[in-house]
C-alpha cells in the first residue's frame, strides 16, 4: 500500500537542513508520496527509511539532471491528466570533421527565443565521431566543455568514449551509443565522471536487459535510445516505452534521447514533433537550424505548460517605452497572452505608457473579472500599494472595455483619477489611441 506523505515524513531525518532542495522534510516526504522526488535526493535518510520506501518511492520515470536542466520524472501518459513536467532539452550535433565548431558554438550559446514571458534556449551540444582517429573527437569534446554547454558524447568507440569522459567530468553529460557489450566498462566510467548513460540495442527487450543489469550493478543514472527506423515506430516505441514504465516495468523507467539523422527541414520537424509530443527527454538535432528549432521550441512550450496555471507575469508596474508622471496608465490582467498582446500594442500605437498588472491567477480579463479577481475596489488598493497614486499627475487610467462595469468602483476607490474604459480587443487599441486620446 502506498505510504502517506505523513507517514513518509516520519522516516525521514526531520531536520529540514533543505539539502534535498525542499524547505522541510514535510515537504520532501509530500514530494515523495507524489513520486515527484526519490529518498536517494537526502543525503541523511536511515537504513530504515531506505528499506521501507527504497524503490516504492522512486518515480516511474527516473528523474535526471543534464547540466542545470531536469529530465524525466513524469508520471502521466496524457497531458490532460494532470500535466508533462520537464521539457525535452534540445541539443545540437557537431561532428568532429566540422569546420567552424567555436562558430557554431557561439550560436549555439546565444540563440535564445523569447516568449510569452520565458527565454527558451537550446539545452546541450552532441559530439559525434564520423572517422576512426579520436585525436579531432576529442578535441572538439574539449571545445565543448570549455564553451559550458552539457555535452552529449557520441563516439565510434567504448575507448573513445572513455577518453573523452573525463573532459565533462560531473557537468551531469551523457555518454551515447552504450550497447550491452559496452555497457559494463562505460558504467564504471560514468561513475567516476558522474555522467548519464544512454544506453542502446536493436530491440526494445535488448534495451530492457541493459537497464536491468546496469541497475543490478548499483547504476542507475540512464537514458534509453529506443532503435525506431521510422516516424511510425518512433512513435510507437516511444508510446509502448513509457506506457511500460508508467505500469512500472523498471526496465523501461528511464525518459529517452532521440538522434534526428535526416537534415531536411521537413524530416526534423516530423521527428522533432513526435518528440515533444511523446515523451523525449532529448532531442538532439543534426545541425544548427534556427527556423526548425524556434518552431519547435514554441511546441515544446504549449505543451510542457500545466494546463491549470497559466503562464503568468509578476504581478506589478510595467514601463511601454519611456513613460514618466504625465503618462497615462493602461490595465490589464496578469495572464502572459494577453500581457504581450496590449504591451504590443500599446508600445505599436506609439505611447509611452504604465501598464497595470494586478494579481488575476494568470486569467483573461472577463474571466478574472467573473471569477472575482478583477474587480474595481482592488485594483484601487494595487494603484497605491505600487506608488502611482503619489507620483502620478497624470491621473487617467484606461481599463479594457470588457470591464466597462468596475469604472464606477475604481473611482470611488481613486479619487482625482479620470478612468476611460477602453476598447475591448488588443487590435483595436491604435485606433483607440487615435481617436481618444490624441
Ligand atoms: S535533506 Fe533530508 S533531512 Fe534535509 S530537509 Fe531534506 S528530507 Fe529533511
New binding site residues.
Given amino acids: 500500500m502506498a505510504l502517506t506523505g505523513l507517514q513518509i515524513q516520519k522516516l525521514?531525518?526531520?531536520?529540514?537542513?533543505?539539502?534535498?532542495g525542499?524547505n522541510?522534510?514535510l515537504a520532501?516526504a509530500m514530494k515523495l508520496a507524489g513520486k515527484k522526488a526519490e529518498l536517494s535526493?537526502?543525503?541523511?535518510?536511515s537504513d530504515e527509511a531506505k528499506a521501507i520506501l527504497g524503490a516504492a518511492s522512486e518515480p516511474p520515470v527516473r528523474l535526471l539532471s543534464l547540466g542545470e536542466a531536469k529530465i524525466g520524472g513524469e508520471l502521466y501518459l496524457y497531458r490532460h491528466e494532470k500535466t508533462f513536467t520537464n521539457q525535452t532539452i534540445f541539443a545540437v550535433n557537431i561532428n568532429d570533421t566540422d569546420d567552424g565548431v567555436q562558430d557554431t558554438l557561439k550560436l549555439i550559446s546565444d540563440y535564445v527565443l523569447e516568449r510569452v514571458g520565458e527565454s527558451l534556449k537550446i539545452g546541450a551540444v552532441a559530439v559525434t565521431q564520423t572517422q576512426d582517429d579520436p585525436g579531432k573527437f576529442i578535441e572538439t569534446v574539449k571545445m565543448v566543455a570549455s564553451a559550458g554547454c552539457p555535452a552529449i558524447i557520441r563516439a565510434k568507440n567504448a575507448d573513445a568514449a572513455k577518453d573523452s569522459a573525463p573532459l565533462i567530468k560531473n557537468t551531469g553529460g551523457i555518454i551515447a551509443g552504450v550497447t550491452a557489450d559496452s555497457a559494463d566498462s562505460l558504467a564504471e566510467t560514468a561513475k567516476d565522471n558522474g555522467l548519464i548513460l544512454a544506453v542502446t540495442g536493436t530491440t526494445i527487450d535488448e534495451i530492457a536487459g541493459i537497464t536491468a543489469k546496469l541497475k543490478e550493478g548499483g547504476f542507475n543514472d540512464i537514458l534509453i535510445s529506443l532503435p525506431a527506423n521510422t516516424l511510425s515506430q518512433s512513435f510507437q516505441f516511444n508510446t509502448v516505452a513509457r506506457r511500460a514504465a508508467l505500469g512500472n516495468v523498471k526496465q523501461m523507467g528511464y525518459t529517452f534521447i532521440r538522434f534526428i539523422d535526416s537534415c531536411d527541414t521537413y524530416d526534423m520537424l516530423r521527428e522533432g514533433t513526435n518528440e515533444v509530443c511523446k515523451y523525449g527527454g532529448v532531442l538532439v538535432f543534426p545541425k544548427l537550424d534556427i527556423a526548425v528549432i524556434s518552431t519547435l521550441m514554441t511546441l515544446r512550450q504549449n505543451i510542457y505548460t500545466d494546463p491549470q496555471k497559466p503562464i503568468q507575469m509578476e504581478p506589478k508596474v510595467y514601463k511601454i517605452g519611456e513613460p514618466d508622471e504625465n503618462s497615462n496608465v493602461w490595465l490589464t490582467t496578469n495572464f502572459s497572452l494577453t500581457y504581450f498582446l496590449v504591451s504590443g500594442e500599446i508600445e505599436g500605437a506609439g505611447q509611452n505608457a504604465w501598464l497595470l498588472i494586478p494579481e488575476c491567477e494568470g486569467l483573461s480579463v472577463l474571466t478574472a473579472w467573473a471569477a472575482g479577481k478583477f474587480g474595481g475596489e482592488m485594483i484601487a488598493k494595487f494603484v497605491k500599494e505600487q506608488g502611482l497614486d503619489d507620483t502620478q499627475k497624470n491621473k487617467t487610467m484606461i481599463i479594457p472595455g470588457y470591464v466597462a462595469q468596475i469604472k464606477g468602483d475604481i473611482e470611488e476607490g481613486l479619487p482625482g483619477w479620470n478612468i476611460l474604459v477602453g476598447c475591448q480587443e488588443a487590435s483595436d487599441i491604435e485606433s483607440f489611441v487615435n481617436s481618444t486620446l490624441k
Fill in positions: 525521514l531525518p526531520k531536520t529540514n537542513c533543505k539539502e534535498c525542499s522541510t522534510c520532501f535526493e537526502c543525503p541523511y535518510a
